[in-house]
């Protein structure tokens, strides 16, 4: 009976004196407070414990080690990611004893990513002004950005822009589609893809009135107007210096666009005409008579008898009257 009583004296005395003992283990510990703001904003691609709470206590050494401490990746721009006292135990006890410290978290706690917003507008803008450079000699350019932008959420700090068309055309407008980048501190954050249309309207030289196959093109048989030229190759500006004095190579209707393709160097040369040949070389020059084989246009080769000796030769016309044989 004794020793009964003894044995449940002495578990009386342990169960009380447990918590004395830890009582004076917590004695001389600098209890760090670790107080979680209720919506904390980062910056970076990566997040840090002193950027979303603040930390109080005496070791100002462990206080600053607590403040750079990773704990984890940032949402995107303008998100959030939810916080978990799970996750920030985890973190914290790779530094802390579980009693060196007190955790507060708000319920709920969200981490939100600073961001800088870029309206839309402002990105079709930039667009714009890019594709504008393509067209210094146009007075008329009407560029519409076809696809549908939203406003662009970054990262806070410097951004830039980077434009690049993809594929190439020979049209001077029209249809085309542009890798739009956006840069944030010199690295790029995010790419797009956008459609545009380009409409270019020039004066150029139209027909003031059908114009018949075969017609010596005259400046009265022409007018500028102003008109759509988008589709049209680049390089093209028509002008009545280019087209009158040449023949229509087909009928050619009442305000058509005059192109080069439709019309040719007249005939100068007809078959049976006399012409002067002339051989000539960098230190040599004579000419003989002869008679065109063919009819011909400035710039052609054909042949000519001599009158001479009768041989055929081949000879460049330069004129109603002349034609070149290069030695």
Request: proline fraction near 5%.
């Amino acid at each position: 009976m004794k020793q009964l009583i003894f044995f449940l004296l002495l578990s009386w005395v342990l169960l009380f004196q447990a918590p004395l003992q830890a009582e004076n283990a917590l004695e001389g510990i600098d209890l760090i407070e670790i107080k979680v703001m209720a919506h904390p904003q980062v910056i970076g691609r990566n997040y840090r414990l002193g950027e979303i709470a603040q930390l109080d206590g005496f070791d100002v050494d462990l206080i600053s080690q607590l403040a750079e401490l990773k704990v984890g990746l940032s949402p995107r721009p303008g998100k959030s990611l939810p916080l978990s006292k799970g996750l920030l135990n985890s973190k914290l006890r790779k530094i802390l004893a579980p009693n060196q410290y007190r955790l507060h978290l708000p319920k709920n706690t969200k981490v939100t990513r600073a961001y800088n917003l870029i309206p839309a507008q402002e990105v079709a803008d930039k667009l714009k002004a890019e594709i504008q450079k393509g067209y210094p000699n146009y007075d008329q350019v009407k560029i519409e950005i076809k696809s549908q932008i939203k406003d662009q959420a970054v990262p806070q700090g410097k951004t830039a822009f980077s434009f690049e068309r993809v594929g190439k055309t020979d049209q001077i407008g029209g249809w085309s589609s542009w890798k739009v980048k956006i840069l944030s501190k010199g690295k790029e954050f995010k790419q797009m893809i956008v459609r545009a249309k380009v409409e270019v309207v020039s004066q150029v030289v139209v027909a003031k009135s059908p114009i018949k196959k075969g017609k010596t093109i005259a400046k009265e048989d022409l007018i500028m107007v102003p008109k759509d030229i988008s589709r049209e190759r680049k390089g093209f500006k028509p002008t009545s210096d280019l087209i009158v004095g040449q023949q229509a190579k087909r009928d050619i209707l009442q305000m058509e666009t005059l192109k080069p393709s439709l019309v040719e160097e007249p005939v100068i040369v007809i078959k049976g005409a006399p012409l002067r040949i002339v051989y000539q070389s960098a230190s040599l020059r004579f000419t003989n008579l002869g008679v065109a084989m063919k009819a011909a246009r400035k710039g052609e080769m054909i042949p000519i008898r001599t009158l001479q000796n009768k041989t055929t030769i081949y000879a460049v016309v330069k004129d109603s009257k002349t034609a070149e044989v290069a030695l």
